[in-house]
């Protein structure tokens, strides 16, 4: 009898072990599936590069965003600018050069956000901004990369706020055949997994607001 009870259980963990390798199969297949969708489905060009906004909003901490930001507004296509989450790095030392350099053009329509140290701290911080200005759209310029996910948080945080997507396009990013580039792709994957996250953490806000209702 013992026996008998020693076979089964040991013809049962082969079983268990091939259900288990099915089951990391099937989820690494959504995972590599869930990954290509999102590289495809990033902006190849913005959409609306005329529309006249309120604000324009700059999220710093990729390349050739505030150059952007500062053109965007340079032509007139919003009324003030705003760059949230400013930190002392190359790209705000030049930005502060170009701010001293025209003040006049600058003074009245230049908001720099010290509050922000990532993107859901961008719509937070952007949305108490545009509560205080009373605008009602913006232009959101940051990274093709990072829109998808900034558009998450800042539908979320500003649900009454028309968003017109800006996207930037750093030249070190190589978005044909982009699985070739070791860099990319692992930019790519990062940026996937934190897209993932802020749609857990917007599931968890969702259920754990539900509750306490």
Do not use: Q
């Not at 013992?2 to 099915?22: D, F, K, Q, V």
């Not at 959409?47 to 604000?55: E, H, L, R, S």
């Not at 997507?165 to 580039?181: E, G, I, S």
């Not at 990319?184 to 917007?202: D, W």
């Amino acid at each position: 009898m013992a026996a008998a009870n020693r076979s089964a259980a040991e013809g049962g963990l082969p079983r268990r072990l091939r259900r288990i390798g099915l089951l990391l199969l099937l989820l690494g297949l959504i995972w590599c599936g869930g990954l290509i969708w999102f590289a495809r489905s990033m902006p190849v060009a913005p959409i609306d590069a005329t529309t006249t906004t309120d604000a324009i909003v700059v999220l710093t901490g990729g390349s050739g965003r505030l150059k952007t930001g500062l053109d965007l507004l340079a032509a007139r296509t919003a009324r003030k600018l705003f760059i949230s989450g400013v930190y002392h790095g190359v790209e705000v030392a030049e930005l502060m050069a170009i701010l001293r350099g025209s003040p006049a053009d600058f003074d009245c329509c230049v908001t720099l956000g010290y509050a922000a140290d990532d993107t859901r701290g961008n719509a937070r911080e952007t949305a108490d901004w545009m509560a205080e200005e009373g605008f009602r759209s913006l232009r959101l310029v940051t990274s093709d990369y990072h829109m998808k996910r900034s558009l998450f948080e800042f539908a979320r945080a500003l649900p009454a706020v028309e968003i017109v997507p800006h996207p930037v396009f750093a030249p070190m990013v190589k978005r044909d055949n982009w699985w070739l580039w070791p860099g990319t792709t692992t930019l790519f994957i990062g940026e996937y997994h934190k897209y993932l996250a802020a749609h857990l953490r917007a599931l968890f806000d969702t259920i754990v607001g539900g509750v306490a209702a």
